[in-house]
C-alpha cells in the first residue's frame, strides 16, 4: 500500500467513526440494520463491524441494485428494517423516500441515508465537518422558511422561480441524527421543504450537477420549464438524457417540483456524488418526484435533485441567500 492509499484509508476509518458515532449517534444495545448491494458490500461489513464493537446489535441485509431513486426494498429487507432501530442504508440508489424509511421514521427510528457510497466519500474534507455545529443553522433555517408563504429562486444562469411554502414545515437535516425519528446523510447538511405541488412556475437552469450515474457534475445547463407545479419542458445538451431518465419512471407525478433543499456543509464541493454536491453550502437542491418523506402529498417511486450554483432565495421578499451567500443568521459552521 502507497503511502497516499495508507493515508487514505486512514482518513476513510476516521469517516466511518463520525458517520457511526457521531452522525447515527449510536448506542450499545441498539438494533441495527446495514443495507448493502454487491457493490458495497466492504463498506457494509467495515460498519457492520463498527456497530457491533460498541455493543449494537447489528444485521447485514443484501438488496440487488435498484432502479431509481425512491423504489421499495425488497421484501426481506424491509423486515429486517422493521426489527432495527438504526438502518444504514449503502444502496446505490436512494431508498430514503421509500414507504419503508417513512415507516422507520414513523416509529422513530433512524435512517442513514448513504447512497452512492464508497471509501473516497468517507476520506473526503465534507466527512469532517462538525455535523453538531450545523444543528442550530439548520434549525434556524428551518424555522425561516416554515414561516414563510412564498419562495422565490434567482440565479445568475437564469432561473427565476416562484414556490408557494404556506402551511408546509421544513425538515433542518444537518447530517447528524441528533434526535429519534430522522433521516441523516452526511456529509449532505441542508435544509429542505416540499412546496405546495401545484403551484410552483418559471424556469429553472440547472448549472450545477444532477447526481444520477448517467450525468453528474454538468458541462452545460440544462433547463427545465415549469407549470402548474410539473416540469413540462427540457432543454439543453444532456437534456435528452434527463428526459429518458424520467420516461422510464412511468408517471406524471414523477415530474412534480418537490422539494427546495439548501446546502450547509461548507466543506463540501461539487464532485458529482449526490449527497455532496446536495450538501454544499450556498447551493440550492430542486428535487423532483417523490417528496412525502418530506411532508409532501407526492408518493411515487421516483426522487431526483437538481443543484444549482450560487442562487438567491428570498422568502417573502425577505433575502436569505445572496448569490450563494447566507445571511448572519444561517451562516454554516466548521470543521471538527
Known amino acids: 500500500m502507497t503511502p497516499d492509499s495508507s493515508r487514505h484509508r486512514s482518513d476513510a476509518e476516521k469517516g466511518i467513526e463520525t458517520l457511526v458515532c457521531r452522525c447515527a449517534g449510536l448506542k450499545a444495545a441498539q438494533r441495527v440494520c446495514v443495507i448493502y448491494e454487491s457493490a458495497t458490500r466492504e463498506l457494509a461489513e467495515r460498519i457492520h463491524q463498527r456497530c457491533l464493537s460498541l455493543g449494537a446489535e447489528s444485521i447485514l441485509a443484501e438488496t440487488p441494485p435498484l432502479l431509481h431513486h425512491g423504489v421499495e426494498p425488497p421484501e426481506d429487507v424491509r423486515r429486517n428494517m422493521e426489527q432495527a432501530d438504526v438502518v ?5 440508489m ?10 422507520l421514521i414513523g416509529r422513530n427510528g433512524s435512517y442513514l441515508s448513504l447512497p452512492q457510497y464508497d471509501w473516497n466519500v468517507l476520506s473526503r474534507p465534507a466527512m469532517r465537518t462538525d455535523f453538531q455545529s450545523l444543528i442550530a443553522p439548520s434549525q434556524a433555517l428551518a424555522e425561516t422558511l416554515s414561516r414563510g408563504t412564498d419562495l422565490e429562486i434567482r440565479t445568475p444562469a437564469g432561473t427565476q422561480l416562484r414556490c408557494r411554502i404556506e ?20 456529509p449532505d447538511a441542508e435544509t429542505n421543504i416540499p412546496p405546495r405541488e401545484e403551484f410552483s412556475e418559471g424556469v429553472i437552469v440547472v448549472d450545477g450537477s444532477i447526481p444520477h450515474p448517467r450525468l453528474g457534475v454538468l458541462d452545460s445547463p440544462i433547463t427545465l420549464h415549469v407549470r402548474g407545479g410539473l416540469v413540462k419542458r427540457m432543454e439543453g445538451k444532456q437534456a435528452r438524457v434527463l428526459e429518458e431518465i424520467f420516461a422510464g419512471t412511468d408517471s406524471p407525478l414523477a415530474y412534480t417540483i ?14 458529482g456524488n449526490m449527497l455532496e454536491d446536495e450538501g454544499v453550502a450556498g447551493t440550492v437542491h430542486i428535487g423532483i418526484g417523490a417528496n412525502a418523506a418530506l411532508g409532501g402529498a407526492i408518493v411515487v417511486p421516483f426522487h431526483l435533485d437538481h443543484v444549482l450554483l450560487r442562487p438567491t432565495v428570498r422568502v417573502d421578499g425577505r433575502e436569505i441567500i445572496c448569490q450563494g451567500r447566507f445571511d448572519s443568521q444561517t451562516r454554516p459552521g466548521k470543521e471538527s
Open 167 to 186: 402551511g408546509r414545515c421544513a425538515t433542518p437535516a444537518p447530517g447528524c441524527c441528533y434526535k429519534g425519528g430522522m433521516i441523516a446523510s452526511p
Open 94 to 103: 436512494s431508498l430514503a423516500h421509500s414507504r419503508a424509511v417513512r415507516e
Open 258 to 271: 418537490a422539494e427546495i433543499g439548501i446546502g450547509l456543509n461548507p466543506n463540501a464541493r461539487l464532485c
Open 88 to 92: 444504514f442504508g449503502l444502496s446505490i
